[in-house]
């Protein structure tokens, strides 16, 4: 089985929710035409290894689940809000591409 399974609220704890619906909705795409999950790259964190074959899918799932639910719950276009700042922006690409 596996030690993690990829949570919507593991990248909540740092980023908003709503602002990474927008990003992902809006970015999501390109990161997905990187095919990372085709790539045999391993990221070790103490005696745990995740590989991107493996997770890369289920972290697409969670964050386009994310997307799915806002868009049914939220009384606000995913499109329009406010866009992530320069700052956040980084920070979304940093906790994806780790």
Request: overall charge negative; aromatic content about 6%.
């Given at each position: 089985g596996l030690k993690y399974v990829p949570s919507?609220?593991?990248?909540t704890k740092v980023l908003d929710k709503a602002?990474?619906?927008t990003f992902w909705?809006?970015?999501?795409?390109?990161f997905k035409?990187?095919?990372l999950e085709d790539k045999d790259k391993v990221v070790f964190v103490g005696n745990d290894e995740?590989?991107?074959k493996k997770y890369i899918p289920m972290v697409y799932k969670v964050l386009?689940?994310?997307?799915?639910?806002l868009a049914k719950t939220s009384t606000?276009?995913?499109?329009a809000p406010?866009?992530?700042t320069p700052a956040e922006d980084v920070e979304i690409k940093t906790v994806i591409s780790n």
């Open positions: 919507i609220n593991e990248f602002k990474l619906a909705q809006k970015h999501g795409k390109t035409d990187l095919k995740a590989s991107y386009d689940d994310n997307v799915v639910e606000v276009s995913l499109e406010t866009t992530p």
